[in-house]
């Protein structure tokens, strides 16, 4: 029998991951809540509420049994929504033990304690935080579970667990993961981008243009940058796969959720039209939240992520918004971190 891997939850990124696993010859079984999900999976071998025009791999089996679910596998790999992330961890901590190996693919803050999801999971999990490994990158599940090329990245401070990782996704064909060794940058970037992919879609919807958009991306990496070198991240981890290719990706295509979300505010919706039109979350909006208060904590200036906070949560005008980021004082394109910190990662 075939080594087994566990996948929590059954949404759309769960689900393309368990595709992923599936292909590499292991018995997956996903976790999810929804009885009528479970059945799906199992009789019909389909996700039409995430991902209508997938058929699953026959070795994905689905179970509302927690304990069923966690009985004999060599890995957990956790892509619950940030806000769920605890209660979901909460409710794994009878089943896991130490020589699992724990993924999470997760992006985005908790929003109240600011928290990165690795150190939440540690939290209940009562594992060491060095041990969890992120997997991030471009990449959107609808492709990856069409077998369409795409390339991701592993990263944890335990450079053994990260290549466990690595080997369990790894597919010659389609699936290409590389390793990082920055955990703490590679969390940052796949929740920071978020930021700037709703700014993205927000350009789009008010027709800016390309012009705008180019500067609204360019400039946003830098202060992705800024803030997650003040929080502990390698900055060159912001020009791989989970910085600059997330993005990219994120603040480009209409399988975006975020960037949907945010082409609708610049059209003229309000949050709750566009969070009531959407059946998955926006990570984005939680994480521009969590983001306001990073920046305080952090003293970093965050122009783009204030301006969408205004937005998002003060029913501020996007036309005003983006008039307020062009008429902020002159800069030095430079100025993206403070310079001790770019010396200590360069020393």
Wanted: glycine content about 6%.
């Amino acid at each position: 029998m075939s080594e087994k891997v566990t996948v929590l939850v059954a949404g759309s990124w769960g689900t393309a991951l368990a595709s992923v696993l599936a292909d590499n010859g292991l018995q997956v079984t996903i976790w999810a809540r929804s009885e009528e999900q479970v059945a799906e999976i199992n009789q019909q071998h389909t996700n039409t509420k995430y991902l209508p025009d997938a058929v699953l791999s026959t070795q994905i089996t689905a179970t509302s049994d927690l304990a069923a679910a966690m009985d004999g596998t060599k890995a957990v790999v956790i892509v619950a929504p940030s806000k769920a992330m605890r209660q979901v961890c909460s409710d794994l901590k009878p089943y896991y033990h130490a020589d699992m190996l724990c993924i999470h693919a997760t992006k985005g803050f908790e929003t109240k304690t600011l928290k990165r999801m690795s150190t939440v999971i540690s939290e209940e999990l009562d594992c060491l935080e060095s041990d969890v490994v992120v997997l991030s990158g471009p990449s959107h599940a609808e492709e990856v579970v069409k077998r369409l090329p795409t390339t991701v990245v592993v990263a944890s401070h335990n450079a053994k667990a990260a290549a466990a990782a690595q080997s369990l996704f790894m597919n010659e064909e389609y699936f290409r993961v590389y390793t990082n060794l920055d955990l703490v940058g590679v969390e940052l970037a796949g929740a920071l981008k978020n930021i700037i992919a709703l700014g993205a879609g927000m350009v789009d919807g008010l027709g800016f243009g390309d012009n705008a958009k180019a500067a609204l991306l360019t400039r946003g990496l830098a202060e992705m940058v800024r803030v997650g070198s003040e929080m502990g991240a390698n900055p060159l981890t912001f020009s791989g796969l989970a910085g600059i290719g997330d993005l990219m990706v994120t603040a480009s295509s209409q399988h975006s959720r975020n960037w949907r979300a945010g082409y609708m505010l610049g059209q003229g919706k309000s949050l709750d039209e566009v969070m009531a039109s959407m059946n998955m979350v926006v990570e984005g909006v939680r994480t521009t939240e969590a983001a306001r208060d990073i920046s305080l904590k952090y003293n970093v200036q965050m122009p783009i992520a204030e301006q969408l906070y205004h937005v998002l949560f003060e029913q501020s005008d996007p036309r005003t918004a983006v008039e307020t980021l062009m008429g902020r004082n002159p800069k030095n394109e430079m100025e993206v971190m403070k310079l001790e910190t770019w010396q200590q990662w360069h020393s």
